[in-house]
C-alpha cells in the first residue's frame, strides 16, 4: 500500500486512458502527458501503460508499506524521500516507512509518481483511469485525500538507482490543418502559424483556452455536433482558440482550424499559465517522424533500465 499523508494538489490514477469508446460517449481520460508516464514505468522495468499517480503542480506526502522502488516524472519536482533530496527522472528506493513529499513542481504543470509495478486499482472499461467528471475509474473515481491507501503492485522489492534525460520542453507546437481550416480567413492562417499564443489560467485537464488576435472565419459557420479528439484546435464565436484535453468531451460543434500533433501533447500539457507559445505547420509525414522520435527516446529507456537491473 501507498498511504496518502496529505495532498495539496489534484492527483489522481491515470495511465494511457481509453480508446474506441467516444461512440458510447465516455471520454479518453489518461494523462495529459502520455511521453512522460511511460518514460517513468519504462525507467522501472513496468509496462509502458502501467497506472501512475499525475499531480498537478502542488504537493502531495506518501509512504509505503513495502520497500518501494519509485520515480517521478513529467514536471520537475522539488521533492523529498526523508529529508533527502531526490530527483526527477531519477530511479530510487523508498524503504518500508519512509516518506516521499513532492512538495512543488519547479517546471512544468503536470507531474508523474510512478511505482514498480503500478498501482493495483481496477481496470474500468479497459483503463485504470480516473475519470473525473464521470467519477469512476482509478482509485474510487476521485482525486487522492489525505488518509487513503492506494494497493500497489510491488511487495517489497529494490533497484538500483539511475536517472535519465527528460524529453525537451518546447514552446513551438506542431500542429496540421483540420476539417474547417479552409473556412477560415487567409489573416486567421497567417495569424495562427505566425502570432504568440497566452495560456489563459481557466484551462484545466478538459482544454487549454488561449488568448491573442481572434481566428477569423469567412462567413458564419453552424455545423452539426460531431466527434471531437484529444489536441483538436476548435475556435469559438469569440475567435480565441481552445485546445481540447485529456478530458474533454465526445463531441463539439466549433470548427477545428486544426490539430495538435500527437508527439507534441506532452510538450504541450506541460506549458505553464501565462506561458506563450507558437503553432508550427506539418505535414501528417512530418507528425510521424516526431511521434518515432518520441518512440526512440522511449526505447533508450527501457534500454538503459534492462542493462540496470
Not at 219 to 242: C, D, M, R, T, Y
Amino acid at each position: 500500500m501507498m498511504h496518502v499523508a496529505a495532498v495539496q494538489a489534484m492527483a489522481h490514477i491515470q495511465d494511457l486512458g481509453r480508446f474506441d469508446l467516444h461512440c458510447r460517449g465516455i471520454s479518453h481520460a489518461g494523462a495529459m502527458d502520455t511521453l512522460s508516464l511511460q518514460a517513468g514505468n519504462l525507467l522501472l522495468g513496468n509496462d509502458a501503460g502501467a497506472a501512475a499517480l499525475e499531480i498537478a503542480l502542488g504537493g502531495i506526502t506518501v509512504s509505503f508499506e513495502y520497500d518501494t522502488p519509485f520515480c517521478i516524472t513529467g514536471a520537475i519536482y522539488e521533492a523529498q524521500l526523508d529529508d533527502e533530496p531526490v530527483y526527477s527522472y531519477w530511479r530510487y528506493t523508498a524503504r518500508r516507512g519512509q516518506t516521499l513529499k513532492l512538495i512543488r513542481a519547479v517546471k512544468g504543470m503536470y507531474g508523474y509518481l510512478c511505482v514498480h509495478g503500478g498501482f493495483d486499482v481496477p481496470a474500468v472499461l479497459g483503463s485504470r483511469s480516473t475519470d473525473l467528471r464521470s467519477a469512476f475509474g482509478g482509485f474510487e473515481g476521485r482525486c487522492l485525500r489525505a488518509g487513503d491507501a492506494v494497493p500497489v503492485n510491488c511487495f517489497g522489492s529494490k533497484m538500483n538507482r539511475i536517472g535519465i534525460a527528460p524529453p525537451t520542453p518546447s514552446l513551438r507546437i506542431h500542429a496540421l490543418p483540420s476539417s474547417e481550416y479552409q473556412a477560415f480567413t487567409r489573416k486567421a492562417h497567417y495569424r495562427l502559424w505566425q502570432n504568440a499564443w497566452t495560456l489563459q489560467s481557466n484551462s484545466n485537464r478538459m482544454g487549454y483556452c488561449f488568448d491573442g488576435e481572434e481566428l477569423p472565419l469567412e462567413q458564419p459557420l453552424e455545423i452539426l455536433s460531431h466527434a471531437v479528439w484529444f489536441g483538436a484546435i476548435q475556435v469559438p464565436p469569440n475567435g480565441k482558440p481552445i485546445i481540447l484535453m485529456a478530458d474533454a468531451q465526445t463531441t463539439g460543434g466549433y470548427p477545428k482550424i486544426a490539430t495538435v500533433a500527437a508527439a507534441d501533447l506532452g510538450r504541450l500539457a506541460q506549458i505553464r499559465f501565462g506561458s506563450k507559445i507558437f503553432f508550427q505547420t506539418a505535414t501528417p509525414e512530418e507528425a510521424e517522424a516526431l511521434q518515432h522520435q518520441n518512440q526512440i527516446y522511449l526505447n533508450k529507456i527501457k534500454r538503459i533500465a534492462d542493462e540496470a537491473r
